[in-house]
């Protein structure tokens, strides 16, 4: 078993910053792969960021040159700076992590960015 949780999340103003952290514990051999998701209402979640199981990162298009994922192996956690921030950053941001056949999600942190 593995569980996840997220935090970092918060209220600013558009241009601002907010880091998200998400920690796993339990059975985790490593932090590779793991990912963060987002989530609007009426939406699907969407793949913003992560390390693949080779330990390379990927980004939305949207994101690109915002925001940075970054790990800590030795804490199990994996962050996630949220540079220049845009109202439609706003959503719920969901870490994600899938080993031995299955996948785990966190609670989820709300991220809400004003205009």
């Known amino acids: 078993q593995v569980q996840l949780v997220e935090s970092g999340g918060g209220l600013v103003q558009a241009g601002g910053s907010l880091r998200l952290s998400c920690a796993a514990s339990?059975?985790?051999?490593?932090?590779?792969?793991m990912t963060w998701y987002r989530q609007v209402p009426g939406k699907q979640r969407e793949l913003v960021a992560g390390?693949?199981?080779?330990?390379?990162?990927i980004y939305a298009d949207s994101v690109k040159g915002r925001f940075t994922i970054s790990g800590d192996n030795t804490k199990n956690t994996v962050y996630l700076q949220m540079n220049s921030l845009k109202p439609e950053d706003t959503a719920v941001y969901y870490c994600?992590?899938?080993?031995?056949?299955?996948?785990?999600w966190g609670q989820g942190t709300q991220v809400t960015v004003s205009s």
């Open positions: 339990g059975s985790i051999f490593s932090i590779n792969p």
């Open positions: 994600n992590k899938c080993q031995q056949l299955r996948c785990y």
């Open positions: 390390f693949t199981r080779a330990g390379s990162t």
